[in-house]
Nanobody, 126 residues
Framework: QVQVVQSGGGSVHSGGSLRLSCVAS????????MGWFRQAPGKEREEVAA???????RYADSVKGRFTISRDNAKNTLYLQMNSLKPEDTAMYHC????????????????????WGQGTQVTVSS
């Protein structure tokens, strides 16, 4: 019943921008925390950014000042605006939603109790 569908991504040169979107349905979106995670081959999955049910946000140090996470509750949509992209941002990006009680847990709990999008590849060339 719950669906989380991503769009966006693609290939850009260093310094370029991309916007990822994530549309959720089948649950009460406004009571969930949302986040973006990424993983490159040979590297650990990491949380890129997250936003809780009241709009509070957090970012990985590596993307702070370049990426912006936002949500539009009326449209049940999550966004990740990525500016000043670097080759090290190249990865598969997934969005996820969890009940807000899990906002302050690690990604393992998000994986256990949340709903995940299908993934979108972002490739940044030098």
């Amino acid at each position: 019943q719950v669906q989380v569908v991503q769009s966006g991504g693609g290939s850009v040169h260093s310094g370029g921008s991309l916007r990822l979107s994530c549309v959720a349905s089948g649950y009460t979106y406004s009571t969930y925390s949302m986040g973006w995670f990424r993983q490159a081959p040979g590297k650990e999955r990491e949380e890129v950014a997250a936003i809780d049910s009241d709009g509070t946000t957090r970012y990985a140090d590596s993307v702070k000042g370049r990426f912006t996470i936002s949500r539009d509750n009326a449209k049940n949509t999550l966004y990740l605006q990525m500016n000043s992209l670097k080759p090290e941002d190249t990865a598969m990006y997934h969005c996820a939603a969890v009940p807000s009680e899990y906002y302050n847990t690690g990604w393992h709990d998000w994986a256990m109790f949340g709903y995940w999008g299908q993934g979108t590849q972002v490739t940044v060339s030098s």
